[in-house]
Protein backbone atom coordinates (compact mmCIF):
# COMPACT_ATOMS: atom_id res chain seq x y z
CA UNK A 1 0.00 0.00 0.00
CA UNK A 2 1.17 3.73 -0.67
CA UNK A 3 1.76 5.10 3.11
CA UNK A 4 -1.34 7.92 2.19
CA UNK A 5 -3.44 4.60 1.60
CA UNK A 6 -2.15 2.39 4.46
CA UNK A 7 -3.44 5.16 7.17
CA UNK A 8 -6.78 5.08 5.45
CA UNK A 9 -6.67 1.07 5.96
CA UNK A 10 -5.73 1.63 10.00
CA UNK A 11 -8.28 4.43 10.19
CA UNK A 12 -10.71 1.81 8.65
CA UNK A 13 -9.45 -0.84 11.13
CA UNK A 14 -9.24 1.16 13.86
CA UNK A 15 -13.19 1.85 13.71
CA UNK A 16 -12.78 5.63 12.34
CA UNK A 17 -17.14 6.95 11.81
CA UNK A 18 -16.27 10.08 10.54
CA UNK A 19 -13.58 12.05 7.72
CA UNK A 20 -13.39 15.41 7.00
CA UNK A 21 -11.02 16.75 5.09
CA UNK A 22 -9.55 19.29 2.81
CA UNK A 23 -7.36 17.80 -0.50
CA UNK A 24 -3.71 18.84 -0.32
CA UNK A 25 -0.96 16.88 -1.92
CA UNK A 26 0.74 14.88 0.01
CA UNK A 27 -2.45 13.96 1.96
CA UNK A 28 -4.59 14.17 -0.66
CA UNK A 29 -5.09 9.83 -1.34
CA UNK A 30 -6.30 9.38 2.79
CA UNK A 31 -9.36 10.23 2.49
CA UNK A 32 -10.09 9.48 -1.25
CA UNK A 33 -9.23 5.53 0.19
CA UNK A 34 -11.22 6.44 3.14
CA UNK A 35 -14.27 7.40 0.55
CA UNK A 36 -14.11 3.44 -0.76
CA UNK A 37 -14.99 2.37 2.92
CA UNK A 38 -18.97 2.34 3.09
CA UNK A 39 -19.15 2.20 6.37
CA UNK A 40 -17.37 5.40 7.41
CA UNK A 41 -18.95 8.36 6.69
CA UNK A 42 -16.54 10.83 4.63
CA UNK A 43 -16.41 14.57 3.19
CA UNK A 44 -14.56 16.98 1.38
CA UNK A 45 -14.74 20.09 3.85
CA UNK A 46 -14.87 23.33 2.34
CA UNK A 47 -11.17 23.91 4.12
CA UNK A 48 -9.06 22.05 6.66
CA UNK A 49 -10.30 24.68 9.64
CA UNK A 50 -14.07 23.18 9.11
CA UNK A 51 -12.63 19.69 8.21
CA UNK A 52 -11.23 19.91 12.08
CA UNK A 53 -14.15 21.34 13.28
CA UNK A 54 -16.39 18.64 11.85
CA UNK A 55 -13.91 15.67 13.18
CA UNK A 56 -13.90 17.32 16.52
CA UNK A 57 -17.15 17.44 16.71
CA UNK A 58 -17.72 14.15 16.12
CA UNK A 59 -15.31 13.13 18.49
CA UNK A 60 -17.62 14.78 21.49
CA UNK A 61 -20.26 13.26 20.69
CA UNK A 62 -18.76 9.76 20.63
CA UNK A 63 -17.62 8.67 17.05
CA UNK A 64 -14.35 8.09 16.32
CA UNK A 65 -12.71 10.41 13.55
CA UNK A 66 -10.58 11.24 11.42
CA UNK A 67 -9.39 14.84 9.57
CA UNK A 68 -6.52 14.49 7.06
CA UNK A 69 -4.32 17.68 5.60
CA UNK A 70 -1.13 18.83 4.20
CA UNK A 71 1.17 20.90 6.46
CA UNK A 72 -0.28 24.44 5.33
CA UNK A 73 -3.61 23.37 5.99
CA UNK A 74 -2.46 22.80 9.26
CA UNK A 75 -1.98 26.35 9.74
CA UNK A 76 -5.84 27.19 8.15
CA UNK A 77 -6.85 24.20 11.46
CA UNK A 78 -4.77 25.53 14.03
CA UNK A 79 -7.16 27.49 15.77
CA UNK A 80 -9.72 24.21 16.26
CA UNK A 81 -7.03 22.42 16.82
CA UNK A 82 -4.95 24.02 19.52
CA UNK A 83 -8.76 24.57 21.66
CA UNK A 84 -9.26 20.78 21.68
CA UNK A 85 -6.03 20.08 22.70
CA UNK A 86 -7.94 21.39 26.01
CA UNK A 87 -10.95 20.08 25.24
CA UNK A 88 -10.39 16.54 25.14
CA UNK A 89 -12.18 13.53 23.08
CA UNK A 90 -15.24 11.78 23.93
CA UNK A 91 -14.19 9.09 21.03
CA UNK A 92 -10.42 8.90 19.67
CA UNK A 93 -9.67 11.89 17.46
CA UNK A 94 -7.11 11.42 15.01
CA UNK A 95 -5.16 14.49 12.93
CA UNK A 96 -3.26 13.09 9.83
CA UNK A 97 -0.67 15.94 8.67
CA UNK A 98 1.61 15.35 5.33
CA UNK A 99 4.65 17.50 5.42
CA UNK A 100 6.36 18.47 1.78
CA UNK A 101 10.26 18.23 2.36
CA UNK A 102 11.86 19.52 -0.91
CA UNK A 103 8.21 21.37 -1.74
CA UNK A 104 7.37 19.33 -4.33
CA UNK A 105 3.68 21.03 -4.24
CA UNK A 106 3.81 23.41 -1.94
CA UNK A 107 4.36 27.35 -0.80
CA UNK A 108 7.34 26.28 1.74
CA UNK A 109 9.15 23.58 3.68
CA UNK A 110 6.94 23.62 7.34
CA UNK A 111 8.04 21.18 9.93
CA UNK A 112 4.68 20.40 11.73
CA UNK A 113 6.21 18.86 14.68
CA UNK A 114 6.58 22.49 16.16
CA UNK A 115 2.84 22.05 15.55
CA UNK A 116 2.88 18.88 18.28
CA UNK A 117 4.55 20.91 20.57
CA UNK A 118 3.06 24.18 20.78
CA UNK A 119 -0.35 22.62 20.95
CA UNK A 120 0.52 20.18 23.20
CA UNK A 121 -1.26 17.08 21.33
CA UNK A 122 0.73 13.99 20.90
CA UNK A 123 2.39 12.96 17.44
CA UNK A 124 3.27 9.48 16.04
CA UNK A 125 5.57 9.28 12.90
CA UNK A 126 5.50 6.49 10.84
CA UNK A 127 8.40 5.27 8.60
CA UNK A 128 7.18 3.07 6.12
CA UNK A 129 3.51 1.97 4.78
CA UNK A 130 3.14 -1.09 7.73
CA UNK A 131 3.66 1.55 10.49
CA UNK A 132 0.98 4.24 8.55
CA UNK A 133 -1.51 1.61 9.51
CA UNK A 134 -0.44 0.40 12.85
CA UNK A 135 0.57 3.80 13.91
CA UNK A 136 -3.20 5.50 12.98
CA UNK A 137 -4.97 2.28 14.15
CA UNK A 138 -3.30 2.97 17.94
CA UNK A 139 -4.13 6.21 17.65
CA UNK A 140 -7.26 6.01 18.31
CA UNK A 141 -6.93 3.81 21.30
CA UNK A 142 -4.51 5.88 22.80
CA UNK A 143 -6.37 9.17 21.85
CA UNK A 144 -9.23 7.31 24.19
CA UNK A 145 -7.00 6.72 26.95
CA UNK A 146 -5.49 10.07 27.01
CA UNK A 147 -8.06 12.21 26.96
CA UNK A 148 -6.45 14.34 23.31
CA UNK A 149 -6.63 13.88 19.79
CA UNK A 150 -3.14 12.41 18.46
CA UNK A 151 -1.44 13.37 15.38
CA UNK A 152 0.28 11.27 12.61
CA UNK A 153 2.65 13.18 10.95
CA UNK A 154 3.70 11.69 7.31
CA UNK A 155 6.08 13.51 4.54
CA UNK A 156 5.80 13.25 1.14
CA UNK A 157 8.42 10.19 0.82
CA UNK A 158 6.04 7.80 3.31
CA UNK A 159 2.92 8.99 2.10
CA UNK A 160 3.54 8.31 -1.62
CA UNK A 161 6.27 4.87 -1.28
CA UNK A 162 4.81 1.56 -1.23
CA UNK A 163 5.02 -1.50 1.24
CA UNK A 164 3.47 -4.06 2.86
CA UNK A 165 0.57 -4.57 4.93
CA UNK A 166 -0.95 -7.19 6.52
CA UNK A 167 -4.53 -6.40 6.66
CA UNK A 168 -7.19 -6.73 10.01
CA UNK A 169 -11.25 -7.46 10.30
CA UNK A 170 -12.48 -3.32 11.43
CA UNK A 171 -12.61 -2.93 14.99
CA UNK A 172 -16.44 -1.04 15.17
CA UNK A 173 -16.94 0.14 18.81
CA UNK A 174 -20.27 2.16 17.70
CA UNK A 175 -20.75 5.46 18.98
CA UNK A 176 -19.83 6.25 23.01
CA UNK A 177 -22.44 7.52 25.02
CA UNK A 178 -22.54 11.45 25.41
CA UNK A 179 -22.56 13.48 28.71
CA UNK A 180 -22.93 16.88 28.75
CA UNK A 181 -19.99 18.19 30.27
CA UNK A 182 -19.95 22.22 30.08
CA UNK A 183 -16.74 22.93 32.36
CA UNK A 184 -14.79 20.28 29.99
CA UNK A 185 -16.21 21.28 26.40
CA UNK A 186 -17.05 24.72 26.60
CA UNK A 187 -13.65 26.77 26.55
CA UNK A 188 -14.73 30.28 28.34
CA UNK A 189 -11.60 31.80 30.48
CA UNK A 190 -12.81 29.68 33.62
CA UNK A 191 -13.02 26.38 32.23
CA UNK A 192 -10.13 26.61 30.38
CA UNK A 193 -8.17 27.50 32.85
CA UNK A 194 -8.96 24.50 34.55
CA UNK A 195 -8.53 22.33 31.28
CA UNK A 196 -5.31 24.03 31.38
CA UNK A 197 -3.99 22.45 34.44
CA UNK A 198 -5.05 18.68 32.92
CA UNK A 199 -3.26 19.31 29.74
CA UNK A 200 0.15 19.87 31.64
CA UNK A 201 -0.92 16.75 34.12
CA UNK A 202 -1.65 14.81 30.90
CA UNK A 203 1.57 15.70 28.70
CA UNK A 204 3.64 14.42 32.27
CA UNK A 205 1.45 11.11 32.22
CA UNK A 206 2.57 11.16 28.12
CA UNK A 207 5.92 11.78 28.89
CA UNK A 208 6.28 8.33 30.93
CA UNK A 209 4.38 6.62 28.03
CA UNK A 210 7.18 7.58 25.40
CA UNK A 211 9.43 5.68 27.59
CA UNK A 212 8.00 2.50 26.71
CA UNK A 213 6.34 3.17 23.80
CA UNK A 214 6.37 0.30 21.48
CA UNK A 215 6.93 2.75 18.38
CA UNK A 216 10.63 3.88 20.08
CA UNK A 217 12.85 1.28 19.13
CA UNK A 218 16.63 0.76 19.81
CA UNK A 219 18.53 -1.41 17.75
CA UNK A 220 21.97 -2.25 19.32
CA UNK A 221 24.54 -3.63 16.38
CA UNK A 222 27.14 -3.45 18.83
CA UNK A 223 28.71 -0.11 17.97
CA UNK A 224 29.98 3.15 19.49
CA UNK A 225 28.00 5.49 16.96
CA UNK A 226 24.74 6.30 17.32
CA UNK A 227 21.96 7.09 15.45
CA UNK A 228 18.60 8.86 16.66
CA UNK A 229 16.43 9.32 13.56
CA UNK A 230 12.52 9.65 12.86
CA UNK A 231 10.18 8.96 9.71
CA UNK A 232 12.13 8.92 6.24
CA UNK A 233 15.26 10.26 7.76
CA UNK A 234 15.67 6.55 9.40
CA UNK A 235 15.16 4.83 5.89
CA UNK A 236 17.86 7.06 4.76
CA UNK A 237 19.85 6.22 7.78
CA UNK A 238 19.30 2.12 7.23
CA UNK A 239 20.37 2.39 3.84
CA UNK A 240 23.63 4.22 4.13
CA UNK A 241 24.49 2.79 7.23
CA UNK A 242 23.24 -0.34 7.18
CA UNK A 243 24.68 -2.34 10.49
CA UNK A 244 27.46 -0.12 10.86
CA UNK A 245 25.49 2.22 13.84
CA UNK A 246 22.98 1.88 16.70
CA UNK A 247 20.00 3.41 16.39
CA UNK A 248 17.47 5.40 17.77
CA UNK A 249 14.11 5.39 16.12
CA UNK A 250 11.38 7.79 17.81
CA UNK A 251 7.79 6.92 16.73
CA UNK A 252 6.71 9.15 18.82
CA UNK A 253 8.23 12.86 18.57
CA UNK A 254 6.01 14.41 20.52
CA UNK A 255 6.66 14.09 23.77
CA UNK A 256 10.08 12.38 22.99
CA UNK A 257 11.33 9.92 25.91
CA UNK A 258 14.04 11.45 28.37
CA UNK A 259 15.97 8.22 29.73
CA UNK A 260 15.41 5.90 27.02
CA UNK A 261 17.64 8.96 24.87
CA UNK A 262 19.46 9.17 28.02
CA UNK A 263 20.26 5.02 28.19
CA UNK A 264 20.71 5.07 24.35
CA UNK A 265 23.73 7.28 24.44
CA UNK A 266 25.46 6.19 27.79
CA UNK A 267 28.06 4.37 26.37
CA UNK A 268 28.33 5.79 22.76
CA UNK A 269 31.37 7.74 21.73
CA UNK A 270 29.50 9.89 19.14
CA UNK A 271 25.46 10.38 18.89
CA UNK A 272 24.12 11.58 15.49
CA UNK A 273 20.60 13.02 14.84
CA UNK A 274 19.39 12.80 11.43
CA UNK A 275 15.92 14.49 11.02
CA UNK A 276 15.06 16.42 7.86
CA UNK A 277 13.71 19.88 8.47
CA UNK A 278 14.35 21.41 11.72
CA UNK A 279 16.24 20.34 14.87
CA UNK A 280 13.55 19.59 16.88
CA UNK A 281 14.69 15.88 18.08
CA UNK A 282 18.85 17.58 17.98
CA UNK A 283 16.96 20.53 20.66
CA UNK A 284 15.66 17.89 22.91
CA UNK A 285 18.53 15.76 23.32
CA UNK A 286 20.83 19.09 24.03
CA UNK A 287 17.97 19.79 26.70
CA UNK A 288 18.31 17.20 28.52
CA UNK A 289 21.96 17.05 28.12
CA UNK A 290 23.19 14.87 25.03
CA UNK A 291 25.84 16.05 23.17
CA UNK A 292 24.74 15.06 19.78
CA UNK A 293 25.89 15.95 15.81
CA UNK A 294 22.98 17.51 13.75
CA UNK A 295 22.19 20.69 12.32
CA UNK A 296 26.06 21.65 11.77
CA UNK A 297 26.56 18.37 9.77
CA UNK A 298 22.98 18.16 8.16
CA UNK A 299 20.92 20.16 6.01
CA UNK A 300 17.64 22.26 7.32
CA UNK A 301 16.84 22.67 4.04
CA UNK A 302 15.22 19.81 1.79
CA UNK A 303 15.13 15.79 1.62
CA UNK A 304 18.51 14.09 2.60
CA UNK A 305 19.59 10.95 0.49
CA UNK A 306 21.51 8.03 1.90
CA UNK A 307 24.71 9.29 0.14
CA UNK A 308 24.87 12.40 2.07
CA UNK A 309 24.06 10.83 5.18
CA UNK A 310 26.90 7.88 4.43
CA UNK A 311 29.48 11.04 3.99
CA UNK A 312 28.65 12.85 7.01
CA UNK A 313 28.62 9.49 9.60
CA UNK A 314 31.12 7.43 7.63
CA UNK A 315 33.16 10.03 6.22
CA UNK A 316 32.94 8.25 2.32
CA UNK A 317 32.79 10.71 -0.41
CA UNK A 318 29.17 11.10 -2.31
CA UNK A 319 29.60 9.92 -5.27
CA UNK A 320 30.10 12.56 -8.18
CA UNK A 321 27.45 13.37 -10.02
CA UNK A 322 27.87 14.05 -13.58
CA UNK A 323 27.64 17.29 -15.62
CA UNK A 324 26.91 17.88 -18.65
CA UNK A 325 28.62 20.05 -20.52
CA UNK A 326 26.04 21.66 -23.12
CA UNK A 327 23.49 24.64 -21.67
CA UNK A 328 20.02 22.09 -21.38
CA UNK A 329 17.36 24.08 -21.27
CA UNK A 330 15.14 23.85 -17.80
CA UNK A 331 11.97 22.18 -18.14
CA UNK A 332 9.51 23.88 -15.72
CA UNK A 333 6.19 22.36 -14.79
CA UNK A 334 3.59 23.98 -17.22
CA UNK A 335 -0.28 24.32 -17.76
CA UNK A 336 -1.78 21.49 -19.51
CA UNK A 337 -2.62 21.69 -23.54
CA UNK A 338 -6.26 23.22 -22.88
CA UNK A 339 -5.96 24.47 -19.75
CA UNK A 340 -8.40 27.74 -19.35
CA UNK A 341 -6.29 29.45 -17.22
CA UNK A 342 -3.79 29.79 -20.22
CA UNK A 343 -5.92 32.13 -22.38
CA UNK A 344 -6.97 34.39 -18.64
CA UNK A 345 -3.59 34.61 -18.42
CA UNK A 346 -2.89 36.28 -21.98
CA UNK A 347 -5.65 38.17 -22.02
CA UNK A 348 -3.75 39.85 -18.60
CA UNK A 349 -0.39 40.24 -20.09
CA UNK A 350 -1.66 41.55 -22.83
CA UNK A 351 -3.67 44.54 -20.91
CA UNK A 352 -0.22 44.65 -18.51
CA UNK A 353 -2.51 43.96 -15.33
CA UNK A 354 -0.69 43.59 -11.74
CA UNK A 355 -2.26 40.16 -10.71
CA UNK A 356 -2.69 38.95 -7.35
CA UNK A 357 -2.60 35.61 -7.08
CA UNK A 358 -3.47 32.49 -5.47
CA UNK A 359 -3.02 28.27 -5.05
CA UNK A 360 -3.66 26.49 -7.69
CA UNK A 361 -3.03 25.55 -11.01
CA UNK A 362 -3.37 28.84 -11.84
CA UNK A 363 -0.15 29.56 -10.06
CA UNK A 364 1.83 28.75 -13.01
CA UNK A 365 0.86 31.61 -14.88
CA UNK A 366 3.61 33.11 -13.02
CA UNK A 367 6.25 31.55 -15.60
CA UNK A 368 7.18 31.89 -19.29
CA UNK A 369 5.75 32.99 -21.62
CA UNK A 370 2.71 34.39 -19.62
CA UNK A 371 4.79 36.17 -16.89
CA UNK A 372 1.50 37.01 -15.63
CA UNK A 373 1.20 36.84 -11.99
CA UNK A 374 2.87 39.06 -9.40
CA UNK A 375 2.23 37.47 -6.13
CA UNK A 376 1.12 34.26 -4.56
CA UNK A 377 1.50 33.61 -1.38
CA UNK A 378 -1.34 31.80 0.12
CA UNK A 379 -4.81 30.34 -0.13
CA UNK A 380 -7.34 32.98 -0.44
CA UNK A 381 -4.71 35.67 -0.05
CA UNK A 382 -5.40 36.71 -4.15
CA UNK A 383 -8.38 38.35 -3.36
CA UNK A 384 -7.27 39.95 0.45
CA UNK A 385 -4.29 41.16 -0.61
CA UNK A 386 -5.66 43.23 -3.48
CA UNK A 387 -7.49 45.24 -1.34
CA UNK A 388 -4.11 46.23 0.47
CA UNK A 389 -2.42 46.69 -2.91
CA UNK A 390 -5.38 48.92 -3.61
CA UNK A 391 -4.67 50.74 -0.49
CA UNK A 392 -1.28 50.92 -0.58
CA UNK A 393 -1.24 52.83 -3.99
CA UNK A 394 -4.71 54.64 -4.64
CA UNK A 395 -7.82 53.66 -5.88
CA UNK A 396 -6.77 54.01 -9.72
CA UNK A 397 -4.06 51.20 -9.26
CA UNK A 398 -7.42 48.89 -8.79
CA UNK A 399 -7.53 49.42 -12.47
CA UNK A 400 -4.81 48.07 -13.40
CA UNK A 401 -5.34 45.15 -10.80
CA UNK A 402 -7.12 41.84 -10.55
CA UNK A 403 -7.29 38.54 -8.18
CA UNK A 404 -7.29 35.69 -9.57
CA UNK A 405 -8.15 32.23 -7.63
CA UNK A 406 -9.75 29.08 -8.51
CA UNK A 407 -13.25 27.96 -8.01
CA UNK A 408 -12.20 25.66 -4.83
CA UNK A 409 -9.96 27.96 -3.20
CA UNK A 410 -12.14 30.93 -3.29
CA UNK A 411 -14.79 28.45 -1.49
CA UNK A 412 -12.19 27.34 0.74
CA UNK A 413 -10.59 31.05 1.54
CA UNK A 414 -11.87 33.65 -0.73
CA UNK A 415 -14.82 34.37 0.29
CA UNK A 416 -14.32 36.41 3.53
CA UNK A 417 -11.53 38.05 1.65
CA UNK A 418 -14.58 39.57 -0.89
CA UNK A 419 -16.26 40.61 1.92
CA UNK A 420 -14.18 42.37 3.02
CA UNK A 421 -13.84 44.19 -0.36
CA UNK A 422 -17.41 45.36 -0.37
CA UNK A 423 -17.43 46.47 3.30
CA UNK A 424 -14.21 48.60 3.33
CA UNK A 425 -15.36 50.14 -0.05
CA UNK A 426 -12.79 48.29 -2.28
CA UNK A 427 -12.54 48.91 -5.92
CA UNK A 428 -11.44 45.20 -6.92
CA UNK A 429 -12.06 43.51 -9.37
CA UNK A 430 -11.58 39.45 -8.83
CA UNK A 431 -11.41 36.72 -11.45
CA UNK A 432 -12.78 33.50 -10.06
CA UNK A 433 -11.54 31.14 -12.52
CA UNK A 434 -13.84 28.20 -12.59
CA UNK A 435 -12.73 24.79 -14.15
CA UNK A 436 -15.64 23.02 -12.59
CA UNK A 437 -13.16 20.66 -10.26
CA UNK A 438 -10.31 21.02 -7.70
CA UNK A 439 -7.90 20.61 -10.05
CA UNK A 440 -4.26 20.60 -8.80
CA UNK A 441 -4.76 18.24 -6.28
CA UNK A 442 -5.99 15.54 -8.31
CA UNK A 443 -9.99 16.38 -10.07
CA UNK A 444 -11.78 16.25 -6.32
CA UNK A 445 -15.10 17.53 -5.92
CA UNK A 446 -16.08 20.80 -4.37
CA UNK A 447 -18.82 22.53 -2.63
CA UNK A 448 -19.05 24.14 -6.03
CA UNK A 449 -19.37 21.01 -8.47
CA UNK A 450 -22.84 19.33 -7.14
CA UNK A 451 -21.09 16.09 -5.93
CA UNK A 452 -20.00 14.80 -2.83
CA UNK A 453 -16.72 12.38 -2.48
CA UNK A 454 -18.72 9.93 -3.31
CA UNK A 455 -19.97 11.04 -6.41
CA UNK A 456 -23.84 11.85 -4.97
CA UNK A 457 -25.68 14.64 -6.21
CA UNK A 458 -26.07 16.96 -4.12
CA UNK A 459 -26.48 21.52 -3.88
CA UNK A 460 -23.75 23.19 -5.45
CA UNK A 461 -23.09 26.33 -4.27
CA UNK A 462 -23.32 29.16 -7.42
CA UNK A 463 -21.14 31.55 -7.35
CA UNK A 464 -22.74 34.14 -9.30
CA UNK A 465 -25.27 34.48 -6.46
CA UNK A 466 -22.72 34.28 -3.69
CA UNK A 467 -21.09 37.17 -5.26
CA UNK A 468 -24.27 39.08 -5.45
CA UNK A 469 -25.00 38.25 -1.32
CA UNK A 470 -22.21 39.43 -0.25
CA UNK A 471 -22.97 43.12 -2.13
CA UNK A 472 -20.69 42.64 -5.26
CA UNK A 473 -23.59 44.70 -7.77
CA UNK A 474 -21.15 43.55 -11.39
CA UNK A 475 -20.67 40.30 -11.72
CA UNK A 476 -19.78 38.71 -15.11
CA UNK A 477 -19.85 35.29 -16.24
CA UNK A 478 -17.44 34.56 -19.35
CA UNK A 479 -15.66 32.12 -21.39
CA UNK A 480 -11.75 32.71 -21.71
CA UNK A 481 -11.06 30.89 -24.83
CA UNK A 482 -13.70 33.57 -26.39
CA UNK A 483 -10.27 35.85 -26.10
CA UNK A 484 -12.14 39.29 -27.38
CA UNK A 485 -15.45 38.61 -25.35
CA UNK A 486 -13.19 38.27 -22.14
CA UNK A 487 -10.54 40.88 -23.15
CA UNK A 488 -13.97 43.40 -23.49
CA UNK A 489 -15.33 42.31 -19.89
CA UNK A 490 -12.02 42.71 -18.16
CA UNK A 491 -11.30 46.21 -19.47
CA UNK A 492 -14.61 47.23 -18.31
CA UNK A 493 -14.79 46.01 -15.11
CA UNK A 494 -11.50 46.64 -14.14
CA UNK A 495 -12.68 50.49 -15.19
CA UNK A 496 -15.39 50.57 -13.22
CA UNK A 497 -15.82 52.31 -10.26
CA UNK A 498 -16.66 49.50 -7.95
CA UNK A 499 -15.72 46.30 -7.21
CA UNK A 500 -16.30 43.52 -9.74
CA UNK A 501 -16.31 39.89 -9.62
CA UNK A 502 -15.64 38.28 -13.51
CA UNK A 503 -16.44 34.05 -13.13
CA UNK A 504 -14.46 32.22 -15.99
CA UNK A 505 -15.77 29.49 -16.60
CA UNK A 506 -14.24 26.61 -18.70
CA UNK A 507 -13.81 23.22 -17.71
CA UNK A 508 -10.66 21.56 -16.90
CA UNK A 509 -9.33 19.97 -19.87
CA UNK A 510 -8.32 16.57 -18.15
CA UNK A 511 -11.81 16.28 -16.95
CA UNK A 512 -13.62 12.93 -18.86
CA UNK A 513 -16.24 15.11 -19.45
CA UNK A 514 -14.23 16.92 -22.35
CA UNK A 515 -13.82 16.00 -25.33
CA UNK A 516 -11.89 18.78 -28.11
CA UNK A 517 -12.32 15.86 -30.72
CA UNK A 518 -9.23 15.89 -33.09
CA UNK A 519 -6.01 17.92 -32.60
CA UNK A 520 -4.86 20.61 -34.92
CA UNK A 521 -1.77 20.93 -37.34
CA UNK A 522 -0.03 24.53 -38.84
CA UNK A 523 -0.79 24.62 -42.35
CA UNK A 524 3.10 25.73 -43.30
CA UNK A 525 1.67 26.89 -46.46
CA UNK A 526 -0.08 29.63 -44.34
CA UNK A 527 1.92 30.52 -41.26
CA UNK A 528 3.78 33.60 -41.58
CA UNK A 529 5.68 32.90 -38.67
CA UNK A 530 4.42 35.72 -36.56
CA UNK A 531 4.77 32.94 -33.21
CA UNK A 532 1.62 34.80 -32.21
CA UNK A 533 0.57 30.82 -31.27
CA UNK A 534 3.84 29.93 -29.47
CA UNK A 535 2.65 33.35 -27.01
CA UNK A 536 0.37 31.36 -24.78
CA UNK A 537 3.11 28.68 -24.11
CA UNK A 538 1.05 25.63 -24.97
CA UNK A 539 3.84 22.71 -24.43
CA UNK A 540 1.94 20.89 -27.89
CA UNK A 541 2.96 23.81 -30.17
CA UNK A 542 7.45 23.83 -30.76
CA UNK A 543 9.32 24.81 -33.39
CA UNK A 544 10.93 22.09 -35.23
CA UNK A 545 14.94 21.80 -36.71
CA UNK A 546 13.77 23.21 -39.92
CA UNK A 547 12.36 26.64 -38.15
CA UNK A 548 8.86 25.69 -38.88
CA UNK A 549 6.02 26.28 -36.07
CA UNK A 550 4.69 22.61 -35.71
CA UNK A 551 2.08 20.79 -32.92
CA UNK A 552 2.91 17.41 -31.32
CA UNK A 553 -0.28 15.40 -31.77
CA UNK A 554 0.81 13.31 -28.94
CA UNK A 555 -0.16 16.33 -26.67
CA UNK A 556 -2.25 18.43 -28.44
CA UNK A 557 -5.78 17.72 -27.47
CA UNK A 558 -7.81 19.60 -29.79
CA UNK A 559 -8.82 22.37 -27.55
CA UNK A 560 -8.31 25.50 -30.44
CA UNK A 561 -6.75 27.89 -28.53
CA UNK A 562 -4.30 28.68 -30.71
CA UNK A 563 -6.83 28.43 -33.98
CA UNK A 564 -8.02 31.59 -32.18
CA UNK A 565 -4.36 33.51 -31.83
CA UNK A 566 -3.95 32.72 -35.61
CA UNK A 567 -4.58 35.84 -38.06
CA UNK A 568 -3.88 33.87 -40.85
CA UNK A 569 -6.14 30.79 -40.38
CA UNK A 570 -2.69 28.88 -40.63
CA UNK A 571 -4.03 26.50 -37.61
CA UNK A 572 -6.90 23.42 -38.89
CA UNK A 573 -8.16 21.16 -37.17
CA UNK A 574 -6.98 17.31 -38.29
CA UNK A 575 -10.84 15.79 -38.17
CA UNK A 576 -13.76 16.32 -36.28
Request: proline share 5%.
Amino acid sequence: MLGNEAVARGAYEGGVRVVSSYPGTPSTEITEEIAKYDEVYSEWAPNEKVAAEVAIGAATMGARSLTCMKHVGFNVAADPIFTVSYIGVNAGMVIAVADDPGMHSSQNEQDSRHYAKASKIPMLEPADSRECKEYTKKAFELSERFDTPFIIRLSTRISHSQSLVSLEERNDLGVREYVKNPGKNVMMPAMAKKRHIDVEKRTLALQEFAEECEFNTVEDNHSKIGVITDGIAYQYAKEALGNQVNYLKLGMVYPMPKKLIQDFAANLETVYVIEELDPVIEEHCRVIGIPVVGKEKFSLIGEYTAAQIKEVVLGIPAPFKYQVEENVPIRPPVMCPGCPHRATYYVLKKLGLTVSGDIGCYTLGALAPLNSVDTCVCMGASVSAALGMEKARGKEFSKKLVSVIGDSTFIHSGITGLIDIVYNKGNNTVIILDNSITGMTGHQDNPTTGKTIKGEPTKAVDLEKLAHAVGIDRVRICDPFDLEAFEKVVREETEADEPSVIIAQRPCALLKSVNYGAPVIINQDKCKKCKMCMKIGCPAIFINEEGNITIDHSLCNGCGLCMRMCKFDAIEKVGK
